[in-house]
């Protein structure tokens, strides 16, 4: 099974709107990164989380992460029609899965101009 | 220009018939991975590669093999491909391995279709 799990599977707003895109994961982990596609594209990093990290941001996006809760949460602030795209939550693990990423099913976000 | 480069990009072929898709990254990147993506599923890892010579099995490495001869280059190998392997493939190169918190770089994806 998936170790991440994104939710809501399709997200719609407004131009100027904020977009809260959440993952929750199984196990344990190292680090929660967050990519993005355009539609058939290849995935563009969008931020790296460690897990003794909280909170960190770049640009627009903020993202936390509650360890305790194994969820992690994406949020766009200001949202352009350009952000329209697939998120992708991604979690990598220690152990014998050192080598591993394992990504959620993604969030569809469309963003009406 | 930084890069990772899979070809072909679309591919439509038979079962049974051997095929590569090849990955070649200019980076001089440690950590190369191949991914499928399937509608509603995400992306699944298929192999990985910590370094030359070192390859290890994803989540879903059945009926794929992969080699790792050269540092740049990661080529996936299905021998006798099947209709359940129609997906969109891509590759992904990393300074170092996923564990060492350093982001994925990834390909534009190469399209398999299997009749």
């Known amino acids: 099974s998936q170790q991440g799990e994104e939710d809501p599977q399709a997200l719609s707003i407004q131009e100027g709107e904020n977009a809260t895109m959440n993952c929750s994961y199984k196990t344990s982990i190292n680090n929660l990164q967050w990519y993005r596609q355009n539609s058939g594209r290849g995935l563009v990093h969008l931020i790296l989380i460690r897990s003794n990290e909280r909170e960190k941001h770049s640009g627009r996006l903020r993202v936390t992460l509650d360890t305790s809760k194994k969820s992690s949460s994406l949020l766009i602030t200001a949202s352009r029609a350009a952000d329209t795209a697939s998120y992708f939550c991604?979690?990598?693990?220690?152990?014998?899965?050192?080598?591993?990423?394992?990504f959620g099913q993604g969030t569809i976000l469309t963003v009406h101009p | 220009e930084a890069q990772v480069t899979q070809n072909p990009r679309y591919l439509i072929t038979v079962t049974g018939k051997k095929l590569t898709v090849t990955c070649s990254q200019n980076m001089n990147h440690e950590y190369m991975s191949w991914y499928r993506q399937d509608p509603g599923l995400g992306l699944r890892q298929i192999y990985y590669s910590m370094n030359v010579e070192v390859t290890d099995k994803g989540d879903v490495p059945e009926g794929y093999k992969v080699s790792r001869k050269e540092k740049r280059n990661f080529p996936l190998i299905l021998e006798s491909p099947s209709p359940n392997q129609t997906s969109l493939y891509f590759c992904a190169s990393s300074s170092h391995g996923v564990y060492s918190n350093q982001p994925q770089h990834f390909g534009d994806g190469t399209r398999l279709s299997i009749l």
């Open positions: 991604a979690t990598s693990r220690g152990g014998t899965s050192y080598g591993k990423l394992t």
